[in-house]
């Protein structure tokens, strides 16, 4: 079996990273290594390092600080580097006409046939790959639109790469990384229990979205991820640690930069390196790390149909995308648990009427109510944003659908809740 660290593309499993890592307390200085051996137990053969920048090359750098400060680079032994790819494989239809409902279905909301949007880009897939797509409008394959709260699923999914490494336990107190991490802001004792679990399912306390919630959540120029996170954790709290959802961007503001703290990189570096690029995306950012200092981890991404496809593709396909492993089993499991059962709800960012329509949250997922989507044995799991943007995975029938636009939420659900049962008609 030959291994090497490719230039491009190339990812690890949580089995390499750990045998990966390797202690290094040089002056207590911190040192990047992107030299990786590793004996493979069915060749015998043993691996050579070898040396790239961290730019083009897994290469993440866990810090642990206790007596001594551990570094974990990441680079690619012996994974196997994925074909390039230009845009998602796509499934030869086996009838070339069914799929024109859902076309005419999403083409009525064109500003030309009197709906609201300019274009959209749309894509429904399942493990096989995808099985349609359509650009609508002047959307394109190169259309990028900003996320908003679409942007979450993504950052949770870098996030719990980092629990598939071992290196992040979503139920410890994330006052044990800013420990080791040398306390870099100041924890309060009053938030001592508040746990990444917490912070991706929003029960911290935190505030949510609302008047409360931190300013420097709308500030991504001129102060830090990490003043950001010193701000929100000297900010009160509305109730108890675990004790109630209230949906906002605090919590993952602060869960993104604890992330930065063990991975020892900034958040782009650290999504690039976990999820970008073994998927292979291409337009997914969070904003130009030479201005924006302050990235928005629940919403302040931008990306094509093509690169948020592909992030969904590899949840629905149970972690895995084009023969690639990017989280485990386990982790997948995570992002679709219900994690705020019987939880009283301080604020949820839907209409009245659309409140009805989803009972629970994951990691990152909403969970819609059965009632939504009849012919379905479901679960069903979705990440809608403020802006319309909507992503769901059907894990009953086994499919997944995205739908990219620009304009409200209200718009975004309007096309869900039309397209769907054309969906589930067609794949039932």
Request: aromatic share 8%; charged share 15%.
């Amino acid at each position: 079996m030959g291994g090497h660290c490719s230039r491009r593309f190339v990812t690890c499993t949580a089995r390499d990273r750990l045998a990966c890592k390797r202690q290094h307390a040089d002056s207590g200085a911190l040192k990047i290594l992107t030299s990786c051996h590793r004996t493979d137990n069915a060749g015998g053969e043993n691996l050579a390092p070898q040396q790239t920048a961290v730019s083009v090359c897994i290469n993440t750098v866990i810090k642990f600080l206790s007596t001594v400060l551990l570094g974990v680079g990441v680079a690619a032994c012996g994974q196997p580097t994925p074909a390039p790819i230009n845009e998602p494989a796509q499934v030869p239809p086996k009838n070339p006409t069914a799929w024109t409902g859902v076309d005419q279905t999403l083409d009525a909301y064109l500003k030309n046939a009197g709906g609201p949007l300019s274009g959209y880009g749309f894509a429904v897939f399942d493990r096989s790959g995808i099985l349609h797509d359509r650009y609508g409008g002047d959307y394109d394959r190169d259309t990028r639109v900003w996320l908003a709260s679409a942007t979450k699923v993504p950052s949770a999914a870098a996030i719990l790469t980092l629990v598939d490494a071992g290196l992040l336990d979503l139920d410890e107190p994330i006052a044990t990384y800013i420990e080791q991490a040398g306390n870099p802001i100041l924890w309060p004792a009053n938030k001592r229990m508040v746990t990444m679990r917490m912070l991706l399912a929003h029960t911290s306390g935190l505030s949510g979205n609302g008047p409360a919630q931190a300013k420097c959540l709308l500030n991504v120029l001129t102060i830090t991820l990490q003043q950001c996170a010193q701000l929100i954790a000297l900010a009160p709290t509305l109730h108890d640690p675990g004790s109630a959802f209230n949906y906002g961007g605090a919590d993952y503001q602060l869960a993104g930069y604890v992330a930065t703290l063990i991975a020892g990189v900034s958040w782009q570096e650290f999504f690039d390196q976990a999820i970008a690029l073994p998927l292979q995306l291409r337009s997914f950012s969070y904003g130009d790390p030479e201005r924006v200092h302050n990235p928005r981890i629940a919403g302040g991404a931008t990306a094509n149909l093509t690169d948020y496809v592909r992030i969904m593709q590899m949840l629905q396909n149970d972690g895995e995308w084009n023969g690639v492993r990017v989280l485990s089993h386990a982790a997948v499991a995570m992002l679709q648990a219900n994690q705020i059962v019987g939880m009283p709800v301080v604020y949820e960012p839907f209409s009245s009427e659309d409140q009805a329509k989803f009972d629970g949250y994951t990691l990152g997922f909403w969970i819609t109510d059965p009632l939504q989507y009849p012919g379905s044995p479901g679960p069903e799991f979705s990440d809608p944003g403020l802006f319309g943007t909507t992503a769901w995975i059907d894990a009953g029938l086994g499919y997944g659908a995205v739908i990219l636009i620009e304009h409200s939420m209200q718009t975004g659900l309007q096309m869900w809740s039309a397209v769907r049962p054309l969906l589930i008609s067609q794949l039932h």
